[in-house]
């Protein structure tokens, strides 16, 4: 079946320093999103991106999808303290239910 | 409409006994999901519903776990004879159509299992 990985699984960074997570699946992709999940709160969508080699910008968040439709990345530019929280990545097949990878925990020090 | 909703918020239960969530997604939307999600890992798919039909199902999902959407609107998710393996945060999301699967959650269900 589809499998979705993230790495890496944390990262700490200082307050406006950058930050980037990596999403690869085992299988072709017809879409990728990406949510971002505060500490005892739920998922929450911030995009969703569907042609080989989309690039899509939220101010200082960067989304890319590869060529082959088969990995993405998430880039934040000079980190915030509110930017704390996991991200993850969620690819969808066929099926278009998305799979969610294991996210990344990003830890802003101020 | 305020979104997708869950009850209840926290429900804790002796293991052997039955437990029942519900999941009113948003009204437009007619594609509903349930995944569950434990400490540090992603939301794990459960099932998911087009409507009032149940089109796909985990092959992890035991055969203790049973889903309905009967009106095609909310949606209920039953364990049978709990076990502490089962202790987790169970989140409903809906969604609109195929080609648009932005997935809203709700505030999930946190299950303890004693």
């Known amino acids: 079946g589809q499998q979705v990985m993230q790495i890496p699984q944390y990262q700490h960074v200082q307050e406006g320093e950058d930050f980037t997570t990596y999403c690869n699946s085992s299988?072709?992709?017809?879409?990728i999103q990406w949510y971002k999940q505060r500490p005892g709160g739920h998922p929450v969508f911030l995009i969703q991106l569907v042609k080989s080699g989309e690039v899509k910008k939220q101010k200082r968040l960067t989304f890319q999808f590869g060529e082959a439709k088969k990995n993405s990345s998430l880039h934040i530019t000079a980190t915030q303290t509110t930017d704390v929280g996991t991200y993850f990545c969620a690819g969808s097949g066929g099926s278009y239910i998305p799979t969610f990878g294991r996210g990344t925990s990003l830890i802003v020090h101020p | 409409d305020t979104g997708v909703s869950q009850d209840p918020r926290h429900k804790i239960t002796k293991r052997g006994q039955n437990v029942t969530f519900r999941c009113d997604p948003i009204s437009e939307h007619n594609r509903l999901y349930w995944y569950r999600q434990t400490l540090g890992q992603g939301p794990e798919f459960l099932t998911y519903?087009?409507?009032?039909?149940?089109?796909?199902k985990s092959r992890l999902l035991s055969d203790r776990f049973s889903a309905e959407r009967p009106k095609g609107s909310f949606s209920t998710l039953e364990i049978q004879r709990t076990e502490q393996g089962d202790s987790a945060m169970y989140l409903c999301a809906s969604s609109m159509d195929k080609a648009n699967t932005e997935a809203f959650f709700g505030q999930g269900t946190r299950l303890t299992v004693v």
């Open positions: 519903f087009q409507n009032e039909a149940q089109l796909e």
């Open positions: 299988t072709t992709l017809s879409n």
